[in-house]
């Protein structure tokens, strides 16, 4: 009893998810390909913390989105691929094609030295390639560590250090709109810190000048030629790695959150198909990037696992118009469009025409991921995209969480617009009180938690368990800690408020302030600095940075384009202060912490109330602070 057709069906499932977890698990597991069965279904502590799913059971997960659809899809399309300009063909891989790319690629890693448990440090923007590279690393059971292609150089050798990769797949470059970005020049910045690598397969994309360092660097299209398509599937226990992927943290430095391979390949999988109700021969539509989790395990992992194609695109939604989304839902008849809040923002202030002019009838679902989506923004994506016939499955999920937890089902759960609705079979959320309690009943808000284990937790964070415990486990004993504020409704519907924590959310990007920070606080005028986010109509919060500088600026436009310049080659772009205020000093308590509290008021531009500032040690830096507010 795990497959949903009728909202009946889903309490009915859901209650027996919760009452035997065990059992609703292994149902769902049994309808994979394993190479040995699980003995044990689940093992856990909440207060070590300690997860295990499917002990001794023994996988690999490319069989589960390859081979085992050979005998009856290998001429379907497993990934079509839409390229950044509309006038590069697009390209379509079958099921064996792909399984013959993958295995040619692992069998290129295992050449160049990538044993199991290596870490591979995947660097490449959206091409078919970067599927390739990952599921060739999970053929072989090296784990990937995805770095999305538009960090800067210090931030990929920060991410290649913490888990000292031996190897990097990327490209010579990538097309973003009208713009070429030189990858394999960053790669190489990147690589003058990072002792661990060995080797560098350059994939051939925008033919760009690149420098190949002798002995080290490969080009990928030659290596391929060097091997053939045959390569068996290493067997992974449950529990072994299969990738990391950093994530922002409340400390400057990024986490690397550790995915295994058997709970996270089962909750996927069922997720994908429950909840978009995936049917045969559609085609699905999600435009993450890779380097995301959600290009991760709604891209590449759940479509495949499901036999589904998957488009990929390579481009971005406002090049060559704002209406490129909307042609190329047109062009390939897409049936399923998962995308986010800030995309759908941005496209909602563009003319009406760009997607009037494209027939989007093909259109059966639409998706939303990323932040929460503001009612007006649902309203448009359902009305002018969906037609007033689609569902809107807001799913709310997390890095750490691998899948989705919280909710509705396509054409199952009655819809609320901004409302993830309900949680996923197995996903047991708890909304807690600020003393610790958990709230009960309905029409209530609070902070957001999970009780028990689902299979696709992290299982730690990359060389830092203690880290794991303290940012998750700690905050509610017993409990794992998303970091999200929520809404209960009478009706028992999930409302996502937003974080609570010092991570703010930048058109879908997760940012710690504190890592911000650190980059401002890099440029040699600068003293210090507090970051906090705002409201900001496209991007949902945009960088608003608090900084004191060593003596007053001379020409403050010009310091603040000097501090962008900082963060955006210490981080990259999208962490960009949007508001820079040069302030003399910083709302401080006596025991030196800042006052966040007042900092995100000024910058809401919420002046009026600014709460108790009597325990600070200058109140007076309040008023300069928000005389100055910009
Ligand atoms: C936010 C992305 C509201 C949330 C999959 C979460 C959402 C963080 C939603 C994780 C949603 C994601 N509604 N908020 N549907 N989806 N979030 O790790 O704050 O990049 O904690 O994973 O995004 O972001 P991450």
New binding site residues.
Partial sequence: MTSIKTFEDYKQVYRYSVEQPEAFWSEVATQFVWKKKWDQVLEWNFHKPEVKWFIGGSLNITENCIDRHLPHRASQTALLWEANDPNEPSRRITYQELHDEVCKVANMLKMHGVKKGDRVCIYMPMVPEAAYAILGCARIGAVHSVVFAGFSAGSLSDRINDSNCKAVLTCDGSFRGDKKIDLKGIVDEALKKTPSVEKVIVLERTRGPVTMTEGRDFWWHTEMTKVNAICDAEPMDSEDLLFILY?SGSTGKPKGMVHTCGGYMVHIGYTFQTIFQYREKELYWCTADVG???GHSYIVYGPLMNGATSLMFEGIPSWPDMGRFWQVIEKHKVNIFYTA?TAIRSLQNAPLSFVERHDLSSLRLLG??????NEEAWHWYHANIGKDRCDIV????????GGFM??PIANVTPMKPAF?SFPVPGVQPAVMDEHGHEIEGNGIEGRLTIKFPWPSMARTIYGDHGRFRDTYFSTFSGKYF???GCKRDPDGYYR?T??VDD?I?VS???LGTAEIESAIDEHHDVVESAVVGFPHDIKGQGVYAFVICYKKPENEDKLRGEIRDTVSKIIGAIAKPDKIQFVSGLPKTRSGKIMRRILRKVAEGDTTNLGDTTTLLDPGVVDEIKNGAL
């Fill in positions: 994530t995301w989790v959600t809040p939303s991921v990323g932040e929460p989506i807001d799913t709310w999920w997390q890095t750490e969480t919280i909710s993830a998303t970091g999200d996502i937003g974080r991570i959310i879908g990007h997760n």
